[in-house]
């Protein structure tokens, strides 16, 4: 089978708050001879850097590639709210595939949190990862009562997860709404030093990286794949993996997902009594949504607003209109607080109708494996592919895999 890449795509526009961040570039090789190796990575941000990472883990010989400097596509613009709870509400994501696999789904998401940790303790990857809990409030997609009836379930299938009414929610975290589900085994990084440090971890177990290298030809047979490179040049593997994000290779069957956009701020930093208590993750169970997180340095991450855009243009002429309506909603959130924009930006990004992402072995093409469509989780679901991926590349299949097929 031989295909043609599709030409890059401006995955994000703005100013991202963890451009600024320190330990964010990798060393890489910028001349690429012809090689053969045993797994190419094409795709060198946060998907593509704990797939190499795990990979190496499991002694494999792996080379990544990218057309860009590593960790500076739609990571860079990630906020980085580390949630098993999947965009879908699990009583909503049962009714469409059937409880038993959402059930799975959302304990897979919880482990794959797990993992995400786990793999940057074993690393020392500093990336501000602090564990957090998460609220979701109320709002016009799910008042009181279906947020009661999904912590409910939630919790009979071993999740942590609570219902909080007004008068406690009040109480606890000062927020007026009419109830709210708090979750714990979530989490906050900064996904720019996640990812740069997962690849150095990768390199040091021995993973090659080359950018900037545009893979743009792909035979895949029985025996390897061929990888051309808008130079010429080859690179054989016996396996390879897409970790592109949202640029997809044409000959790769559409999924049923699209590419929406999304916008975020980050606010100056503030003084510490203007968060609110525990600094937990928020977000709204409300279309269009807000959330937001705190960060290191004392700022408020906001994000949401998202919408049918793909332009790019279309993007970023709307990212002045949409920082001012994020500020206002979250001043309306947090009154009374000096809240000023320090960086606005917004990206691409997917929303599929489950909120499940395509993560499997492609049928068509022997040997080459893809990750499609993560949207609000990417994050997660980066680790649950990770996880996949190991096993293929051992001849395994995931208890999970159908899953994400
Ligand atoms: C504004 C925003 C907010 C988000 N918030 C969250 C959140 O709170 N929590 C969460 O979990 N997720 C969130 N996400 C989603 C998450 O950030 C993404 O799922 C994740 O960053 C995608 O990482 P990736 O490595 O798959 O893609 P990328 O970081 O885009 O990396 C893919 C790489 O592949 C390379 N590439 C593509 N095609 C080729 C080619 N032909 N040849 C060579 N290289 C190629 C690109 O150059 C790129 O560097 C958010 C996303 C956005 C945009």
């Known amino acids: 089978m031989k295909a043609k890449t599709s030409p890059p795509k401006q995955l994000r526009g703005g100013a991202p708050l963890w451009a600024d961040s320190p330990r964010i570039s990798v060393r890489h090789h910028t001349k690429l001879e012809p090689l053969t190796c045993e797994i190419v990575i094409v795709g060198a941000g946060i998907s593509g850097a704990i797939a190499a990472l795990m990979l190496t883990e499991n002694g494999h010989d792996v080379v990544v590639l990218d057309r860009r400097a590593p960790v500076t596509g739609s990571t860079l613009a990630s906020t980085a709210m580390i949630q098993y ?29 797990v993992s995400l940790r786990k793999l940057a303790e074993r690393h020392d990857i500093a990336c501000a990862l602090k564990d957090r809990d998460a609220l979701l409030l109320a709002g016009n997609e799910m008042g009181a009562r279906a947020l009661h009836a999904e912590a409910d379930y939630r919790a009979r299938i071993g999740l942590p997860a609570t219902f909080l009414n007004q008068a406690d929610l009040r109480e606890r975290f000062g927020f007026d709404r009419t109830g709210a589900i708090l979750s714990s085994g979530n989490a906050e990084l900064n996904p720019a030093q996640y990812a740069a440090g997962a690849l150095r971890a990768a390199q040091a177990l021995g993973a090659r990286i080359y950018s900037p290298h545009d893979v743009k030809d792909i035979v895949a047979s029985d025996k390897h794949v061929a990888l051309r490179m808008t130079t010429g040049m080859a690179v054989i593997a016996q396996k390879v993996v897409f970790a592109t994000g949202y ?40 279309d269009p949504y807000l959330y937001m997180r705190a960060t290191a340095d004392n700022r ?37 607080r000096d809240l000023k924009i320090d960086y606005a930006w917004s990206g691409a990004f997917a929303d599929s109708p489950t909120g499940l992402p395509y993560l499997a ?31 293929w590349a051992a001849g395994r299949r995931d208890p999970d895999a159908d899953l994400f097929e």
């Open 300 to 336: 408020i991450v906001v994000g949401g607003e998202d919408a049918d855009v793909s332009s790019p243009e279309k993007r970023d002429a709307a990212t002045g209109r949409k920082s001012q309506r994020l500020l206002a909603k979250l001043q309306k959130l947090l009154p009374g």
């Open 85 to 113: 709870e999947i965009d879908t509400p699990l009583s909503e994501l049962a009714d469409k595939i059937g409880a038993r696999k959402a059930e799975r789904a959302y304990r897979r998401a919880f482990q794959g949190n």
């Open 247 to 286: 640029e997809t290779l044409p000959q790769i069957p559409k999924q049923k997902y699209d590419i929406v956009s999304t916008w975020a701020i980050a606010t100056k930093p503030l003084p510490p009594d203007a968060f609110w208590p525990t600094r937990c993750l928020v977000w709204e169970a409300s």
């Open 361 to 391: 072995p492609l049928d068509h093409m022997p040997n080459c494996f893809a990750l499609l469509g993560c949207g609000g989780n990417g994050i997660t679901f980066s680790a649950i592919a990770g996880e996949l991926i190991t096993a």
